[in-house]
């Protein structure tokens, strides 16, 4: 399975294996049942209600999370994202241990991602036990946000949220980080945390608004760009594998957009000689792209770098070259989105809260570097951009 590269790849392949789960494996266990066991599900139409939550996550969940590119077909070496089922925490609350359905990880540092927890087909979406009101479609948002501050919940509900909070704090216990969403679905509804520490660590109050549910199958279509745009696992992660010019519009659509910046691919060498090293530096121009999800995206141009002269009389011309590709680069990138792009400065970028996911500089491989330069085009000018001034010494 490719990797899907936007919402509506997203959709398509949800709704493929929603089709098959709904006209294939539902009625073939249905009948399975009815031959081995002698007890048969519900009439087909409603098979997959009676299923057990394992064949919905074999059948369905495991394929839409596949879709949205976390992947359980994969290995480590295929560079594609962790994720692991059955996966075993010691409790924080209860000190035993206990197993998460699904755990999606960074897997560089291991951090905690997704966590993902499944339910039976039969299992219906939250209520208040005394809640009456006339907005169904209200319901369980108000009864979602009013168990989680401790009022009794219908059914199993109020244990789901108790034993998905204690989840949320044995991972922070753990790993120091709190995962970054928290999905809970039985493949027919999917309620989304986008903020798991305002759910379940928080003591103030619960923002609503970063709890997205989807009350059935139709919701979940209706909501796929939005629901790709906060759980695909690049987003998740805040960044997205190096794309050329002509994939750019199939991962980021142009009112999504959030900010660029000029940046560049560095790499390091050393040409040794008889008695000494010489080192050597090329450089690659990348833009950076910035979505308002918080994705960052690298587009660059394979083939295209430029060697940092030695001597400084060369050193203009080299510029010159670079801004030139650069430039070209973001014409491109520009048209592809229909956009007129202006990169944003350095200091904006420094002083925003996403600089995290994209330091000024980062190792990408042995000897080779990320740059991020800004408005410019290259780190090196051709004079200081500062004087420094020194006390009169006598």
């Not at 401790?150 to 034993?163: A, I, N």
Request: hydrophobic share 35%; aromatic share 8%.
């Amino acid at each position: 399975m490719s990797r899907v590269r936007n919402a509506d790849e997203f959709l398509l392949k949800a709704r493929s294996f929603r089709q098959s789960y709904e006209t294939i494996f539902g009625p073939l266990i249905s009948e399975l049942r009815t031959k081995y066991v002698e007890s048969p599900l519900q009439s087909v139409p409603d098979a997959t209600k009676s299923l057990l939550e394992y064949h919905a996550r074999c059948y369905l969940v495991n394929g839409i999370l596949a879709a949205l590119n976390w992947r359980l077909d994969s290995t480590p070496l295929d560079g594609l994202p962790s994720l692991v089922e059955e996966m075993p925490i010691r409790s924080h609350q209860r000190n035993t241990i206990r197993s998460l359905d699904y755990l999606g990880i960074e897997r560089e540092t291991q951090k905690p991602l997704l966590l993902v927890e499944t339910k039976r087909p039969s299992a219906d979406l939250p209520r208040l036990v005394d809640f009456n009101s006339s907005s169904l479609e209200e319901e369980p948002l108000s009864a979602i946000s009013r168990g989680l501050k401790g009022e009794r919940l219908q059914g199993e509900w109020s244990d789901w949220l108790s034993t998905i909070g204690d989840y949320v704090r044995s991972l922070e216990h753990k790993s120091g980080d709190v995962p970054r969403r928290v999905l809970v679905t039985n493949g027919e509804w999917m309620i989304a945390f986008l903020d798991p520490r305002n759910a379940f660590i928080d003591e103030g109050a619960i923002e609503s608004s970063w709890i997205l549910i989807c009350h059935d199958w139709n919701q979940i279509e209706e909501s796929h760009t939005e629901l790709f745009n906060e759980l695909e696992h690049s987003r998740v992660v805040g960044r997205c594998p190096p794309l050329r010019v002509g994939e750019v519009s199939f991962h980021l659509a142009r009112d999504d957009l959030h900010s660029v910046l000029h940046g560049l691919r560095l790499r390091y060498a050393e040409r040794p000689s008889i008695y000494n090293r010489w080192p050597t530096v090329s450089v690659a121009p990348v833009l950076h792209l910035r979505s308002c999800f918080g994705l960052w995206l690298i587009v660059e141009k394979p083939g295209q770098d430029f060697f940092v002269p030695e001597s400084h009389e060369r050193l203009r011309e080299h510029l010159s070259e670079v801004e030139d590709a650069a430039s070209d680069l973001l014409t491109q990138v520009s048209q592809s989105l229909g956009l007129d792009l202006v990169p944003v400065t350095l200091t904006d970028h420094y002083e925003s809260d996403h600089f995290d996911l994209l330091p000024g500089v980062k190792e990408t491989h042995e000897d080779q570097f990320l740059l991020v330069t800004g408005e410019s085009t290259h780190y090196l000018r051709l004079e200081p951009t500062a004087k420094l001034s020194l006390p009169f010494l006598g």
